[in-house]
């Protein structure tokens, strides 16, 4: 599977992003799904993931309550709407996919796609 993410940009503290995350290939509803970021010199760390239904959702403590992560398998999209950005939030932010249903390490994916960039500014 492919994966193209994409809604990245520059936000003042306090606003939103949505970021999407398209796969391509006709097994998206069999992958779990990631959210990971990462920023210069530090390891990639997970953020958010999702069940392949859709019924689970996994968070970091650092982003619960802020952020959601959804997915419409129709569309073969995963979503990452983040609310209350706070100037930490500023990273690199990758898509993943891996056959399972649970959260896992970044060593545990599969396919990743190729980071969009959000900028929080105070």
């Known amino acids: 599977v492919q994966l193209q993410a994409c809604g990245g940009g520059l936000v003042q503290a306090g606003g939103s992003l949505r970021l999407s995350c398209a796969a391509s290939?006709?097994?998206?509803?069999?992958?779990?799904m990631g959210w990971f970021r990462q920023t210069p010199g530090k390891e990639r760390e997970f953020v958010a993931a999702?069940?392949?239904?859709?019924?689970?959702?996994y968070y970091a403590d650092s982003v619960k309550g802020r952020f959601t992560i959804s997915r419409d398998n129709a569309k073969k999209t995963v979503y990452l709407q983040m609310n209350s950005l706070k100037p930490e939030d500023t990273a690199v932010y990758y898509c993943a996919a891996r056959y399972s249903d649970y959260p896992g390490t970044p060593y545990e994916y599969n396919y990743w796609g190729q980071g969009t960039l959000v900028t929080v500014s105070s």
């Open positions: 999702i069940s392949w239904s859709g019924d689970s959702t």
């Open positions: 290939g006709r097994t998206f509803s069999r992958y779990g």
